[in-house]
């Protein structure tokens, strides 16, 4: 856990939601449990306050998160467009491309940036920022107890609880750490339903999701004597399973089951000639680097970037070798 609490930059952030009427809340591409908590749980508390709110994030939301408290604020691309906004908050976000601009740089706006990705490029006029932190949901839990603890509800609890238990993998992944289990601790003690997160955000699969985890399972190869896996997600798969994109998130983490395996990478096709990629790290090396080669970012443990090219195997043999280069 960091040491850094904030303090000023809560005041600052909290002055601002006070001062402003109408308020976009927009998060990263593809938002995860992670982005969409954080933006629910502070479009949430900006409702109560009176204010006029709109989420947005762009890219594909599961339908999962569609039954969650905060949901009915979430917009469309279009209306997210035309919104006279007076405060701009992203979540989750590195910087202003991962929101497709809809986050934009302090200059003729007001613009809150809280996030938890060490590459964070201090794009917002109050910058809430700690690369240390297992979530973005845990730096909006910081900021309700420093400036809004009546503001707290359950609904809130369940979006920031959320968060922590997607970024972690169900409290598993190694950026558990003692704040993120108080804070959930806390969360429950508001009112945060644990099993029922847990199990429709963790374990609960739809019948073609487990269809198209079996053919993407079948993909599965080894390489660098075992200390590397790669799977691909094709369209055919997609339409033979009857899914989308969005149904295999998580599927990478398979890769990292393998008791020898260091490094992880999952190739999807997610448009022609793009392939969108998933890098993971199971213990040490850094898989954010290796992103950034190729105009993408993350974390040192979970890291995603896109080729411009049709052929996976290519892709596939780019990534390699970059693993190679890791592990030599
Ligand atoms: P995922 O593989 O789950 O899509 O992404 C893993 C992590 O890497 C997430 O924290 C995500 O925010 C980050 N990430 C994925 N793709 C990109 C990218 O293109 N650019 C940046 N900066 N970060 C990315
Ligand atoms: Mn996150």
Redesign the pocket.
């Known amino acids: 856990m960091s040491g850094e609490r904030f303090e000023k930059e809560f005041s600052e952030m909290m002055a601002l939601m006070e001062r402003h009427g109408s308020v976009l809340v927009t998060g990263?591409i593809d938002p995860?449990g992670d982005c969409i908590g954080s933006m629910f749980a502070i479009a949430l508390m900006l409702e109560e306050m009176g204010k006029t709110v709109m989420c947005y994030a762009p890219g594909e939301i599961s339908e999962l998160f569609l039954k969650l408290p905060g949901a009915s604020m979430l917009a469309r691309r279009e209306d997210a467009s035309n919104f006279k906004h007076d405060l701009i908050i992203a979540v989750d976000s590195?910087?202003t491309a991962?929101t497709e601009h809809f986050a934009r740089p302090c200059e003729n706006e007001d613009v809150i940036n809280i996030d938890h990705?060490p590459?964070n490029e201090m794009y917002g006029c109050v910058n809430i920022v700690d690369g240390d932190a297992a979530a973005t949901t845990v730096l909006v839990y910081r900021f309700f107890m420093s400036s809004a603890p009546d503001r707290m509800t359950s609904d809130i609890a369940d979006c920031l609880y959320l968060g922590i238990l997607m970024d972690t993998g169900g409290f598993r992944f190694r950026n558990v750490d003692s704040e993120a289990l108080r804070v959930s601790s806390e969360l429950l003690d508001l009112g945060a339903r644990a099993f029922d997160l847990a199990h429709e955000y963790i374990y609960m699969k739809k019948f073609s999701t487990l269809k198209l985890l079996g053919l993407v399972l079948d993909s599965l190869r080894l390489h660098l004597d075992g200390r590397a896996a790669t799977m691909e997600v094709t369209s055919e798969m997609l339409e033979k399973s009857g899914t989308t994109l969005k149904d295999s998130e998580g599927f990478?983490d398979y890769g990292a089951a393998l008791d020898d395996v260091e490094l992880v990478a999952l190739f999807r096709e997610t448009a022609p000639g793009e392939i969108r990629v998933?890098l993971r790290s199971k213990n040490h090396y850094d898989v954010s680097a290796l992103?950034e080669r190729f105009g993408?970012?993350?974390?040192v443990r979970?890291?995603?970037?896109?080729l411009e090219t049709a052929d996976l195997a290519s892709a596939r043999e780019t990534i390699v070798k970059g693993f190679k280069e890791m592990l030599d």
């Open positions: 990263h995860d590195p910087n991962r990705h590459t990478v998933s992103a993408g970012g993350g974390h979970a890291a995603g970037l896109t």
